[in-house]
Nanobody, 126 residues
Framework: VQLQASGGGLVQAGGSLRLSCAVS????????IAWFRQAPGKEREGVAC????????VYSDSVKGRSTISKDNAMNTVSLEMNSLKPEDTAAYYC????????????????????WGQGTLVTVSS
């Protein structure tokens, strides 16, 4: 299984970015794909997750209302669109995959994920 994250970059505050995670070797059925981020000196934070069998989604409070996670079954990709970006959104963003979630709160627990992509850096300037 491989996950490849892309789409990071430098953006001004208030701008938008769309991150993409290409997934190979994993069928989307009965799995959860999430985006995490880690800012320098901070712990890794789960920000969004999509459940593959019904497309249910969950977001952290820090991005809720500003971000949308979606998946494209044909392309085997999961995207995270982020709007109204703030300097505090600056971080390395990672996509990760796991089996089914037992509880929604589990989405942000990084040790529950079996597969991780490399990070893509998002820098938001003020």
């Amino acid at each position: 299984v491989q996950l490849q994250a892309s789409g990071g970059g430098l953006v001004q505050a208030g701008g938008s970015l769309r991150l993409s995670c290409a997934v190979s070797g994993l069928t989307f059925g009965n799995s959860a794909i999430a985006w995490f981020r880690q800012a320098p000196g901070k712990e890794r934070e789960g920000v969004a997750c999509i459940v593959s069998d019904n497309d249910d989604t969950v977001y952290s409070d820090s991005v809720k209302g500003r971000s949308t996670i979606s998946k494209d079954n044909a392309m085997n990709t999961v995207s995270l669109e982020m709007n109204s970006l703030k300097p505090e959104d600056t971080a390395a963003y990672y996509c990760a995959a796991r089996g089914p979630l037992d509880y929604w709160d589990d989405f942000a627990t990084d040790d529950g994920y079996d597969y991780w992509g490399q990070g893509t850096l998002v820098t938001v300037s003020s």
